[in-house]
């Protein structure tokens, strides 16, 4: 829990005598009525926004566009000694669709309700965690302050898509190797108790087609070898392991979504009409696995599923990942000391889980930097890609409030090994 009063800002106060609103809530809600939504995300309003906070807060901006159309945006705080590894602030600009009949609000005016809630497209994944960067470097630099480390904010498109094409092709190019990263901060989950998540890894997604021939025929006759009955054995297989790895969940051996293998079948394809028999039928899933599996000996039980369910059965990966490197919690960790000890001194309590899903961390730890991801949102249920998504803002100050400490503690760690 985070005590009444904290940092520079001081305490977490959402409105003064007069009612007037937090000018970082004002500009938070701002940011969350630029429609940045697909399948048509307006980047160019995000990027607007940004140069002209660049321009206030008194830094250097840097667009690369990493494919037409698509731009990462760069913010740069030059640390007092630049040649040591920098600190990464990661976010991503775009927000998943909606279907505006479910929701209490147009989830693109921010509306705040009697109980500072402020609805919105983006206000738990990942808008919040933006401006809180902005606000919180804003106060610092308001202050005086100045670190050793330089800090990077990478402001990155297109990573509610399928396949993470934003920060998946940046972290190949040129100018992420400039940005001379030591240690990344990405998005994180909600907690609806008093309690922070925090992410030290991953699980790896696998979107898999299986494709299942068979005898085609005239719908009036018992055809055998069909496509159906093997497509039937493969589905029986995903979902009976699915079944076991949902048993296993909230056991003594595993207590949550990030240590089981979640399984969903997602799309099945086939068929041309009631009476015909048809030649081929498809049935795609999305799986996701944790770091600790053995991703080849789970590749080879795929592999026997699907010679199980019959002859000429094949499979194919839309998206296979398979990087498993996790970023370390040992306290003996420079870059995790700075981070828990000050979360510590702030009577935070923290939760080390493995992320049920995906983030743009993964592609960072790919290269073997090491990344958390954090949303410092407690007492605050789980909406992110949900209807009514919301965040209250008191939550959202007190979590400026938070990177206004983890920062100067980020930046300001002792120069490692082969760094001196």
């Not at 906070?53 to 690369?64: D, H, Q, S, W």
């Not at 989830?107 to 705040?112: L, Q």
């Not at 496509?227 to 969940?249: G, P, Q, T, W, Y």
């Not at 995790?336 to 960072?364: G, V």
């Amino acid at each position: 829990m985070l005590p009444d009063k904290d940092g520079p800002s001081g305490g977490g106060v959402v409105q003064d005598k007069t009612g007037s609103e937090d000018p970082s809530v004002t500009l938070f809600r701002e940011y969350l009525r630029l429609k940045t939504v697909h399948p048509e995300p307006d980047y160019d309003a995000a990027l607007r926004f940004l140069d002209r906070l660049a321009k206030e807060l008194g830094l250097p901006i840097k667009k690369v566009e990493i494919c037409p159309g698509r731009v990462i945006a760069i913010m740069t705080w030059v640390g007092t000694r630049p040649e040591l590894k920098s600190v990464l602030l990661n976010s991503h600009t775009d927000v998943v669709p909606v279907y505006e009949e479910h929701w209490k609000y147009d989830p693109f005016a921010a509306v705040k309700d009697a109980d500072g809630n402020i609805f919105g497209r983006g206000a738990q994944d990942m808008k919040c965690v933006t401006i809180q960067y902005l606000e919180a470097l804003r106060r610092l630099k308001t202050a005086g302050k100045r670190f050793p480390r330089t800090i990077h904010l990478t402001f990155v498109p297109d990573e509610e898509v399928g396949g993470h094409k934003g920060m998946e092709t940046f972290v190949k190019h040129a100018e992420f190797q400039k940005l001379n990263v030591g240690f990344a901060l990405d998005e994180g989950l909600a907690n609806p108790t008093n309690n922070f998540t925090v992410f030290y890894g991953e699980k790896n997604p696998w979107w898999i087609t299986v494709s299942c021939p068979g005898s085609p025929g005239h719908g009036s006759r018992f055809v055998e070898n069909t496509a159906a009955e093997k497509l039937r054995r493969v589905i029986n297989s995903f979902l009976d392991f699915r079944e076991k790895e949902k048993c296993r969940l909230n056991t003594s051996e595993c207590f949550t979504l990030g240590d089981v293998t979640t399984v969903n079948m997602t799309m099945v394809k086939g068929g041309v009409a009631y009476n015909v028999v048809p030649a081929e039928m498809d049935v795609s899933f999305d799986l996701r696995i944790p770091p600790t599996v053995d991703l080849q000996e789970f590749e080879k039980q795929i592999k026997t599923w699907c010679k199980e369910a019959g002859e000429d059965v094949t499979y194919k990966f839309a998206q296979k990942h398979m990087d498993q490197n996790m970023t370390s919690t040992e306290e003996s960790d420079p870059w995790w000391q700075a981070f828990s000890s000050t979360c510590k001194a702030m009577n935070m309590t923290l939760i080390k889980e493995i992320f049920p899903a995906a983030t743009d961390s993964r592609f960072i730890r790919e290269l073997g930097l090491p990344a958390i991801g954090f949303s410092p949102m407690n007492l605050t249920p789980i909406l992110l890609h949900d209807h009514n998504e919301y965040l209250n803002e008191g939550v959202f100050l007190q979590g400026i409030q938070v990177y206004e400490r983890l920062l100067p503690a980020l930046a300001g760690v002792s120069p490692l090994s082969g760094e001196e």
